[in-house]
């Protein structure tokens, strides 16, 4: 039995501080939920087999399985079940990589999948003491991003920054400033092209009174980011402009058998043709998705000679540079609608976008085979192979 994507959306991404401060991430999520919904009139919520979703936080409002909370918020039945997975940046790719493996092997027959992050409301947490009243002072530690309360116990290598991961990527892979500032201006562009083009007037629901991404620069240039301070090295490549910024978001997929087709009320998108895993040492996660994307390629049974689009998630420039490199594809099929540097990189929600705009983009451009990448902190990334529907063999 096969999965299918039957549709997608997603709320505009917030900056840090922006438009979507306010906004609770479980009431992002389940606003999603609710749009979703509104685009498949025809199908009883109560035939929702599982609601999966992904977060990379869990610390805030957003505890407790938001996979359920959002669900109820949203008003599904009680009866509709939900769990939360957590794989950092993946969380909503691998989140819809199990939604399609239920249905496959027959456990649901239709599947609400996604993601959320805020990461501007993410809170402050106290390590707790061994012992009661402690004579010194406890830092609050922020679960914005990265690493915290780290285990001693880890080799300090594995526990470098996410910057400072990458700076040493690009210097792995002799990847300079110059390349990475050109990647994120061409980021910028076709992002703010697509916007104005009404390319995700149909993906994206307006939210909390912002109706496009924030962090969308349609003015940048070279000479801007040329000027831009590096963020982790003194004498770095690195900078906020080659880099994804926080951000707040949420995104939703929809997932079904080919039989739900009837009950759903629309015909697929895409098909997902082929999933693949990859982890290796902590401090390299960028490079994760070479191999990833490899193995789910295998797993569809094509070359990347077929491959149309690929969407891959722009957590640094450098990161996806090496990338594209190691593929040895075309670079101008990758991101042609925009990137996580421009578009924004909420982290449980990016994998959900990547993936419902990849299927959009495909039909879009009348190929048949796309792949959708992600690297994840510590040393790990996703790949989902999605086949066009719309397009024979």
Same mark, same amino acid.
């Given at each position: 039995?096969?999965?299918?994507?039957?549709? /997608?959306?997603?709320?505009?991404?917030?900056?840090?501080?922006?438009?979507?401060?306010?906004?609770?991430?479980?009431?992002?999520?389940?606003?999603?939920?609710?749009?979703?919904?509104?685009?498949?009139?025809?199908?009883?919520?109560?035939?929702?087999?599982?609601?999966?979703?992904?977060?990379?936080?869990?610390?805030?409002?957003?505890?407790?399985?938001?996979?359920?909370?959002?669900?109820?918020?949203?008003?599904?039945?009680?009866?509709?079940?939900?769990?939360?997975?957590?794989?950092?940046?993946?969380?909503?790719?691998?989140?819809?990589?199990?939604?399609?493996?239920?249905?496959?092997?027959?456990?649901?027959?239709?599947?609400?999948?996604?993601?959320?992050?805020?990461?501007?409301?993410?809170?402050?947490?106290?390590?707790?003491?061994?012992?009661?009243?402690?004579?010194?002072?406890?830092?609050?530690?922020?679960?914005?991003?990265?690493?915290?309360?780290?285990?001693?116990?880890?080799?300090?290598?594995?526990?470098?920054?996410?910057?400072?991961?990458?700076?040493?990527?690009?210097?792995?892979?002799?990847?300079?400033?110059?390349?990475?500032?050109?990647? /994120?201006?061409?980021?910028?562009?076709?992002?703010?092209?697509?916007?104005?083009?009404?390319?995700?007037?149909?993906?994206?629901?307006?939210?909390?009174?912002?109706?496009?991404?924030?962090?969308?620069?349609?003015?940048?240039?070279?000479?801007?980011?040329?000027?831009?301070?590096?963020?982790?090295?003194?004498?770095?490549?690195?900078?906020?402009?080659?880099?994804?910024?926080?951000?707040?978001?949420?995104? /939703?997929?929809?997932?079904?058998?080919?039989?739900?087709?009837?009950?759903?009320?629309?015909?697929?998108? /895409?098909?997902?043709?082929?999933?693949?895993?990859?982890?290796?040492?902590?401090?390299?996660?960028?490079?994760?998705?070479?191999?990833?994307?490899?193995?789910?390629?295998?797993?569809?049974?094509?070359?990347?000679?077929?491959?149309?689009?690929?969407?891959?998630?722009?957590?640094?420039?450098?990161?996806?540079?090496?990338?594209?490199?190691?593929?040895?594809?075309?670079?101008?099929?990758?991101?042609?609608?925009?990137?996580?540097?421009?578009?924004?990189?909420?982290?449980?929600?990016?994998?959900?976008?990547?993936?419902?705009?990849?299927?959009?983009?495909?039909?879009?451009?009348?190929?048949?085979?796309?792949?959708?990448?992600?690297?994840?902190?510590?040393?790990?990334?996703?790949?989902?192979?999605?086949?066009?529907?719309?397009?024979?063999?």
């Amino acid at each position: 039995m096969s999965s299918y994507l039957y549709s /997608a959306v997603r709320t505009p991404f917030g900056r840090f501080n922006g438009a979507l401060a306010a906004v609770r991430p479980d009431d992002l999520a389940a606003g999603v939920i609710t749009a979703l919904l509104d685009r498949v009139p025809g199908l009883d919520p109560a035939a929702v087999g599982e609601v999966v979703w992904g977060n990379a936080n869990g610390a805030g409002e957003e505890n407790r399985n938001v996979a359920r909370m959002a669900a109820l918020l949203a008003g599904l039945p009680t009866s509709v079940p939900g769990t939360t997975v957590n794989r950092l940046c993946g969380s909503s790719l691998e989140a819809a990589m199990a939604g399609s493996r239920l249905i496959e092997t027959g456990d649901a027959d239709v599947v609400l999948a996604g993601g959320v992050e805020s990461m501007t409301r993410a809170p402050w947490v106290l390590p707790k003491p061994a012992k009661g009243f402690p004579p010194g002072d406890l830092a609050a530690v922020s679960t914005t991003l990265g690493w915290r309360l780290v285990n001693p116990r880890m080799p300090r290598e594995w526990t470098v920054s996410l910057g400072e991961a990458n700076e040493s990527l690009g210097e792995k892979y002799s990847v300079g400033r110059d390349r990475q500032d050109a990647f /994120a201006l061409r980021s910028h562009r076709l992002a703010a092209a697509a916007w104005d083009e009404g390319f995700y007037d149909g993906l994206v629901v307006p939210t909390g009174g912002l109706a496009r991404d924030e962090g969308v620069r349609a003015d940048s240039s070279i000479e801007k980011l040329a000027g831009l301070k590096p963020s982790f090295r003194a004498e770095g490549t690195i900078t906020a402009g080659n880099a994804s910024p926080l951000s707040d978001g949420a995104a /939703a997929l929809l997932l079904g058998s080919e039989a739900a087709a009837g009950r759903i009320g629309a015909e697929p998108l /895409a098909r997902v043709a082929g999933r693949g895993t990859f982890a290796l040492d902590p401090q390299d996660f960028g490079y994760a998705p070479v191999e990833a994307a490899n193995r789910a390629l295998a797993r569809a049974g094509i070359g990347w000679d077929r491959v149309g689009a690929v969407e891959l998630n722009e957590a640094f420039a450098v990161q996806s540079l090496v990338c594209v490199d190691a593929w040895g594809i075309d670079p101008e099929i990758v991101n042609t609608r925009g990137g996580a540097i421009a578009l924004g990189h909420p982290l449980g929600a990016s994998g959900a976008r990547i993936l419902g705009t990849l299927a959009k983009v495909l039909r879009e451009r009348g190929e048949r085979w796309g792949v959708a990448a992600i690297c994840i902190g510590v040393g790990q990334g996703l790949a989902v192979v999605l086949e066009n529907t719309g397009v024979g063999a």
